[in-house]
């Protein structure tokens, strides 16, 4: 997975260490078609794969003072984005319907007890990743944040430049509107 460009990366990761920003982009610019291309694979989703790419980045600015330029950048970066991908999948195989709503008084999962069942469920869980798909980038990238990826309100705001406030109302206004959009899903 290494690029000829690695001792190029080091010295880009250099620059961001010692706060140049722009640097960032220039690892984004090389890199980004090749990260959205792997969790791609990993996830099966496209939308899915830029999400965590662009977390995957986010990664790479908050931990930039903790790479080593002894190790290729590829192999940093594509650990980030293998652990990410893995989270994600771990935390879907947890909570498979927690914006659904469905049977959170009870806590206890439910099995489909016909086909007719599982196909309801299905197009459910359709409906709400499309939902999701649908909202503003604003608010999605909030709630991905802290729904799918379990990121404390606080962190959400230190990685949008947000207040937690902000971050509140924008989770509240996400959940407002995936409430509308699913409503004919969910029976309401």
């Known amino acids: 997975m290494s690029q000829p460009a690695d001792s190029g990366d080091a010295t880009c990761m250099e620059r961001l260490a010692a706060g140049d920003d722009l640097a960032l982009n ?23 794969a830029h999400d965590l790419a662009q977390e995957t980045f986010v990664r790479v600015y908050r931990h930039r003072h903790g790479y080593r330029s002894s190790q290729p950048f590829s192999t940093w970066l594509f650990h980030i984005a293998t652990n990410l991908a893995r989270n994600q999948a771990r935390w879907h195989t947890r909570h498979p319907e927690v914006l659904t709503g469905a049977d959170e008084d009870t806590g206890s999962e439910i ?57 509140e109302m924008r989770i509240y206004r996400a959940r407002q509107m995936l409430r509308e959009k699913l409503s004919p899903h969910l029976g309401n």
Do not use: C, F
Not at 30 to 37: C, E, H, L, N
Not at 133 to 159: G, T
């Open 26 to 48: 220039d690892l984004m610019d090389s890199w980004s078609p090749r990260v959205i291309s792997y969790l791609t694979r990993l996830t099966g989703n496209l939308h899915t």
């Open 111 to 167: 099995e489909p007890d016909t086909p007719a069942d599982a196909a309801m469920r299905k197009e459910q869980a359709h409906a709400v990743q499309q939902a999701v798909l649908d909202l503003p980038e604003d608010l999605r990238s909030v709630l991905v944040l802290s729904v799918y990826e379990a990121v404390p309100q606080v962190e959400i705001a230190e990685i949008l430049g947000l207040s937690v406030k902000a971050v």
